[in-house]
Structure formats: structure tokens, C-alpha cells
Nanobody
Framework: QVQLVESGGGSVQAGGSLRLSCAAS????????MGWFRQAPGKQRSWVSS???????TYADSVKGRFTISRDNAKNTLELQMNTLKPEDTAMYYC???????????????????WGQGTQVSVSS
């Protein structure tokens, strides 16, 4: 079983940056697709980005060019660098692991078996 713990959320003004981190408890992480999802109040959880064990990345159109996902398999960590933040980026952000995939990561949340507790990101205009 993989335990995931997010950190790095906070409050920023529009145009600012934040860097989210996710620490994984086991080496299973290193053989899993990893993803970031977010959920705004009153909305469904939505996919933000994923990264395979080979470093291949995919992004939702809404964050492409502004967010960068990365992973360090030696440290069992996942990160999300968020630049040029907008008020619509306000949400709870979750990291998740899909141990059934190493690449060609999926963007549908129910494929991801393990989830962190979330970290809040608030962007003011």
C-alpha cells in the first residue's frame, strides 16, 4: 500500500506561483503513474497532470504552459510547480498513484488507487 502526503499549498495573488510536493511512503511509487487532481468547492474532482515512470508528462488544457509536474524516484517524491496562477486554480489539490500503469498515464480518477489527503490552494484576484 502506498501512503501519500501532500504539502506546499497556500494563498497567493493571481499571477503568483506555488510548488506542491507529495511524499510517497513506499517504493511502489517508483513503478507507478502519478497524478495531480484538484477539486473546487461545489465541483467534481478534475485531473490536472500525470507523469509516468519514464518521465513522460501530460497536462489538462487549463494548466498547460503554466504547471510543470516532476518526480524524483530516488526520493519517492512528486511535485507540481504552478506558475501564473489564476483565481480559477483555487481548489484542494490531491496527488494520486496508479500502480497498474508505468506510462501512458490515465487522466480518469478512478484508475488511481491511492490518494493523499489534499492541500489547499487559494488564488485571489
Amino acid at each position: 500500500q502506498v501512503q501519500l502526503v501532500e504539502s506546499g499549498g497556500g494563498s497567493v495573488q493571481a499571477g503568483g506561483s506555488l510548488r506542491l510536493s507529495c511524499a510517497a511512503s513506499t517504493a511502489t511509487y517508483s513503478s507507478s503513474c502519478m497524478g495531480w487532481f484538484r477539486q473546487a468547492p461545489g465541483k467534481q474532482r478534475s485531473w490536472v497532470s500525470s507523469i509516468g515512470t519514464d518521465g513522460s508528462t501530460t497536462y489538462a488544457d487549463s494548466v498547460k504552459g503554466r504547471f510543470t509536474i516532476s518526480r524524483d524516484n530516488a526520493k519517492n517524491t512528486l511535485e507540481l510547480q504552478m506558475n501564473t496562477l489564476k483565481p480559477e486554480d483555487t481548489a484542494m489539490y490531491y496527488c494520486a498513484a496508479d500502480p497498474d500503469r508505468k506510462s501512458g498515464c490515465r487522466s480518469v480518477s478512478w484508475y488511481y488507487n491511492y490518494w493523499g489527503q489534499g492541500t489547499q490552494v487559494s488564488v485571489s484576484s
